[in-house]
């Protein structure tokens, strides 16, 4: 939640060139290809505002102080503001995208907040948790603060400590001693960054808890909540560990822990390029990203095997006795990676014979979990920031838990404290509503439970290598579907109107139902559940009325257990009291159209891994629905991208 970014570049002298379209007019790029620092936060924020969109705003250090400009509401609003009062052009800079926790989406709660008499500018990622109690210090020192945030509070005791350093005729850097004293006086969860005045040339940023990477350039530094908000001007990055500082300047990068002690990060290379993370002629990034879906899963099957047709993860670097001596799975996840969890559990119990159980991140930790040392616990997470899965990540390893995280964003803070971690190769999801990330996630799960099996002696080479060439399969089935999806788009624009859609699924069609239904939930803002079609006589089956659609994910006739026939029952059941089905089939399973309103057919495939196909008609039908109803698919209301707080 929130985006932030921060820059500072040295002058080489200045031109006249206009960056962009975010924020016309607004600043520089000198002739030498100098950046505005203007330029950079805005095209930073126009890439994190996937993180939150309440309000947006700037701040940059000018020949007259500090200058800020800040907006409820979306970028837009923000670029309008810069193009009616134009800032000065400068080398130092600070912006934020909000998603609010403490107080409304208005201009006067939008960051950055002033402090010091306006000479110190602030902006937050995070909760305070201890503003209140700081706020009454503040306020009896004579301070007064004019917003509802916690961070206002944040950049008061961080000009307070400042001005004490000031009067009390300390030399140096002060800005960072200042940080580095108020960060030891929150708590709660925060990355926070500042500029003053009198130290142009200078951000200094402090992080527990919170998102925050180092960018590296020449002559100039970034600061970026991931890699998206300077990936326009750098692939150089560093992660930083916990409860550090760090000061950038034109040429150098100084990372202190919260008392000063010089702290180390880790440089990586970032793979992403800028043009991954556009929309490549689609009208939304969810379009592109369900687009990319083929590229998605078969990036993650990438490079996973040797010659010889053996899996090898080499990113596992968890020992292999610990890995044979596992004897129970738990999949911690949230919303969609959650359901990748949940599809996974059916592949990982009947490949590896190991009990898995799935349980979201935030109820895992509080009801006192049985896990021990042989217990591997998987985090699943395409952001690795969720903190209610990191979290509970922290609480498994202190329990000896092993955790290997699902993730799909290097550098970012869940992969960093578990044990180990199976990339997916997605490539950056902006979208909210997630969609690659989900066939991702599954793909790299099922590789783990491969893997697992492969080590535990439970499949045989051969079996092995059936189910990689079925999963290398998948992305041209993938493509197919994406290639004759005009049918489900029409009807998802039909259904505008519907008030609430069921989804029904059993088996791993049971949670792909329920991912069906979240979709439209976060997109469209209407009814929608996903129930094991099994459960519907035990009581939702009296939802049914004249005119209900419901979504039914039809298990393969060829699937074992009778489970179509059954699934079939159920859709003739619910068709007796008035609904309007509409099912998503196998190709060839001709018994379905007697039953259907509607039906759509994906690729044959094994049971296992149907939910690689079965979901991407579910993601275009609620696409086209919330398209029709004309809302922001890529970023719908009340929603952050990367759930950073609890
Ligand atoms: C899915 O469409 C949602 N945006 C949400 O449920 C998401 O999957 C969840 O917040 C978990 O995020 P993560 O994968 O980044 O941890």
Redesign the pocket.
């Known amino acids: 939640m929130c985006g932030i970014v921060g820059y500072v570049g040295r002058d080489r002298g200045q031109g006249s060139s206009v960056l962009d379209s975010v924020a016309p007019a607004v600043d520089q790029e000198s002739a030498d290809g100098q950046h505005g620092a203007l330029d950079v936060v805005m095209e930073g924020l126009r890439r994190l505002e996937y993180r939150g969109y309440d309000s947006a705003g700037v701040a940059v250090i000018t020949a007259d102080g500090i200058e800020s400009r800040k907006k409820a509401g979306k970028l837009t609003n923000l670029v309008e503001e810069l193009a009616a009062d134009p800032l000065p052009r400068s080398l130092t800079g600070i912006g934020h995208t909000r998603w609010a926790t403490h107080g409304g989406p208005t201009d006067q709660n939008a960051h950055p907040h002033l402090a010091d008499g306006g000479k110190l500018a602030l902006i937050h990622n995070g909760i305070i948790e201890n503003y209140a109690e700081l706020k009454a210090e503040l306020t009896g020192e004579g301070l007064t603060f004019l917003s509802d945030t916690d961070t206002e509070v944040a950049a008061g005791l961080v000009g307070y400590l400042y001005r004490g350093l000031v009067e009390s005729g300390a030399q140096g850097d002060l800005l960072t001693l200042a940080l580095q004293q108020a960060c030891q006086r929150l708590h709660g969860a925060f990355t926070l960054l500042a500029i003053h005045q009198d130290q142009p040339g200078t951000v200094v940023a402090g992080r527990r808890n919170s998102p925050l990477v180092v960018g590296l350039g020449d002559g100039e530094n970034f600061l970026g909540s991931d890699v998206s908000g300077f990936i326009d001007f750098t692939r150089r990055a560093v992660e930083l560990g916990q409860d550090q500082i760090v000061t950038i300047t034109p040429d150098d990068v100084t990372i202190t822990d919260f008392f000063g002690a010089p702290a180390e990060g880790t440089e990586f290379h970032v793979s992403w390029d800028a043009a991954a993370a556009e929309k490549g002629g689609f009208e939304s990034f969810m379009e592109k990203e369900i687009h990319d879906q083929p590229d998605a899963v078969g990036q993650t099957l990438l490079g996973r095997s040797d010659v010889s047709g053996r899996l090898v993860l080499d990113e596992l670097r968890i020992d292999e006795s610990i890995l044979r001596s596992v004897d129970k799975i738990v999949v911690l996840?949230?919303?969609?990676?959650a359901y990748a969890g949940q599809v996974a559990k059916y592949a990982i119990e009947h490949w590896c014979r190991i009990p898995t159980e799935v349980e979201l991140s935030h109820e895992f930790r509080y009801r006192d979990p049985i896990v021990n040392e042989k217990t591997l616990v998987v985090a699943?997470?395409?952001?690795?920031?969720?903190m209610d899965?990191l979290m509970a990540v922290r609480y498994a390893r202190e329990q000896g838990a092993k955790v290997v995280a699902i993730c799909n964003t290097n550098g970012s803070t869940i992969p960093r404290e578990s044990d180990a971690v199976l990339y997916t190769h997605a490539g950056p999801e902006i979208a909210?509503?997630?969609t690659k990330?989900f066939l991702a996630q599954i793909t790299a799960a099922y590789l783990l439970g491969l893997y697992l099996a492969q080590l535990r002696g439970n499949k045989f080479r051969d079996e092995i290598a059936d189910v990689l060439a079925d999963l290398a399969e998948i992305p041209a089935k993938i493509q197919a579907i994406l290639d004759d999806a005009e049918k489900i788009k029409q009807l998802g624009a039909d259904m505008a109107n519907a008030k609430s859609v069921l989804f029904l699924g059993r088996h791993v069609g049971f949670p792909v139902a329920m991912e069906g239904a979240?979709?439209l939930k976060?997109l469209a803002y209407i009814h929608a559940e996903g129930f094991a079609a099994g459960e519907l006589k035990h009581g939702p089956i009296a939802l049914i009325e004249e005119g209900q659609p419901v979504v039914v994910v039809m298990p393969s006739p060829r699937a074992r257990d009778s489970l179509h026939a059954k699934v079939v029952s159920n859709v003739q059941e619910i068709r007796a009291r008035g609904a309007v089905t509409i099912v998503i089939a196998e190709e060839g399973d001709t018994s379905v159209a007697a039953y259907s309103e509607h039906v759509f057919y994906v690729p044959a495939s094994p049971t296992l891994l149907a939910p690689l196909l079965t979901t991407v008609p579910l993601q275009i039908f609620a696409l086209a629905l919330a398209s029709a109803k004309g809302y922001d698919v890529d970023q719908p209301r009340n929603?952050a991208?990367?759930?950073t707080v609890e």
């Open positions: 996840a949230c919303g969609t990676s699943i997470s395409q952001s690795g920031e969720t899965t909210v509503a997630s990330a979240l979709k976060e929603l991208k990367s759930v």
